[in-house]
């Protein structure tokens, strides 16, 4: 059977959708357990909700948002969310403790007498204006109005993890008359925190970090301005100088140089790059979805099915690439005259116009 179709190019630059995960591994040792109906969200989604926040905390170089994940199904400025923000120090003095615990009751205003609190076995509701600490976990959480000029009155909460390398904080905002159901998966959420430490000094995490980080940045001006060379290059020094805590930005670093290079027409070292950000975490869809179109223009069919159900299976209907990838599942199908109906069938019915006359002219 000959079949005429058009491919269409679904390949998205990495600030457009977000990541699906259901664990949070962070790069100073921390590792947080989340359900499958959390999302976490690209960083032009992050820094457009830290900014909502910078001028009612201190906000220092050295103090930054690592992540944000919100509740999937959720337009991406709505609540609730939790941001995690790192501090690239830590404390086992007591009294350091102690002083960490006022600064921040006083900075929030909220109750300094703090209330003992075990998270493992937390039942109550937590009051709106309280302090709690739990001293197995060296957990600090306080809850308090957030005055801010939004559709409805918020609530956050917010929890201090003193780990053994360094400090997470745990933001979590939601609306106030959600609070009393959203708090226990909040608590969940801070009670699964696991602390292995880093294995990178801290002075050369930093150091590496920010180099590497300026690097990237560079890649994506360079990307954004069509200079595909430059931006290569700028990725592959970000890729090189990365410390090992870092997997999810060398992932994403490995992805955008595969963008590029897919962009000049080189599929096959794309492909490398898409692999190995695929390496680096194994349910990065979009990357997934780039190496399968990529392999669909190199007419390996075979992995480009592989690939496209792969999408399928980590975005889950999330995102648009779910039905992009039902699409270009069927034309690959297809092309090996298999059964690819089906899946054009259910990408057009989530919203894939553009595989509508290649349904029509081969499944009618």
């Known amino acids: ?42 960083k032009e989604i992050l820094y457009e909700k830290t900014a909502m926040i910078k001028d009612m905390m201190d906000y220092k170089i050295n103090i930054q948002y690592d992540a944000c994940f ?38 929030f205003g909220v109750n300094q007498v703090l209330e003992n ?20 976990k060296q957990l600090l959480i306080f809850t308090y109005y957030l005055d801010l000029n939004i559709k409805g009155k918020l609530v956050g909460m917010i929890g201090f993890y003193i780990g053994k390398s360094a400090t997470l904080q745990i933001l979590c905002y939601t609306y106030a008359d959600e609070f009393k159901y959203d708090q226990k998966e909040f ?36 990307s954004g301005n069509g200079n595909r060379n430059k931006a290569i290059d700028s990725y592959t020094l ?17 992805y955008n140089r595969g963008y590029n290079k897919r962009r000049m027409d080189n599929l096959k070292g794309a492909i490398s790059d898409y692999t190995k950000a695929i390496e680096f975490r194994p349910d990065y869809y979009k990357a997934y979805n780039n190496r399968g179109f990529a392999y669909l223009l190199l007419e390996n069919y075979e992995d ?13 209907y999330q995102t648009g690439l779910t039905n992009m990838a039902l699409g270009n599942r069927g034309i690959a ?7 690819g109906c089906a899946d054009l069938k259910n990408a057009i019915e989530e919203g894939n116009d553009k595989v509508k006359s290649i349904y029509k002219e081969n499944c009618e």
């Open 1 to 42: 059977m000959k079949i005429k179709v058009l491919f269409f190019l679904f390949v998205l630059n990495s600030m457009l959708f977000a990541f699906g995960q259901t664990t949070y591994n962070n790069p100073l040792g921390f590792t947080i357990d989340f359900d499958k109906t959390w999302r976490r969200l690209p």
């Open 70 to 107: 919100q509740k999937s199904g959720n337009a991406d400025m709505d609540y609730p969310y939790i941001l995690f923000k790192n501090y690239y120090s830590t404390t086992t003095n007591k009294e350091e403790i102690e002083k960490l615990k006022q600064f921040y009751t006083n900075k």
């Open 117 to 136: 609190l075990e998270t493992e076995k937390v039942k109550m509701n937590l009051e709106i204006g309280k302090t709690y600490f739990d001293e197995n």
């Open 187 to 222: 608590l969940d959420i801070m009670n699964s925190i696991k602390d292995s430490g880093m294995q990178t000094d801290m002075s050369v995490y930093l150091k590496n970090h920010d180099q590497a980080t300026t690097y990237y940045n560079e890649g994506l001006k360079y």
């Open 238 to 254: 970000a890729i090189d100088v990365y410390p090992q805590e870092d997997s999810y930005q060398i992932s994403e670093a490995y």
């Open 304 to 316: 480009a099915i592989k690939d496209f159900t792969s999408v399928i299976k980590y975005d889950n």
């Open 333 to 339: 199908k297809l092309y090996i005259n298999e059964d």
